[in-house]
């Protein structure tokens, strides 16, 4: 249990060291990371256009397993 205890005050440390360093970071520059409505506009489009695809995917491959496994 000690090892236990040990390794994750060792993590959080190194994690909290992590976010104090982004943090400083962002205070530095703080106009960093914005995204354009443009952008979000386009991820979104891509992933709904890929989700459809996928569950057109999912339907004809459904309605035809049967046919398809005499083959």
Same mark, same amino acid.
């Given at each position: 249990?000690?090892?236990t205890a040990a390794r994750t005050y060792r993590l959080v440390r190194r994690l909290t060291a992590r976010l104090e360093?982004?943090? +400083? +970071?962002?205070?530095?520059?703080p106009d960093r990371g914005d995204i354009s409505i443009t952008?979000?506009?386009i991820w979104v489009a891509a992933v709904t256009g890929a989700v459809l695809i996928a569950g057109t995917i999912a339907v004809v491959i459904s309605?035809?397993?049967g046919k398809l496994s005499g083959l």
């Open positions: 249990m000690k090892h360093k982004r943090l +400083e +970071e962002a205070r530095r520059q952008t979000v506009i309605k035809y397993n």
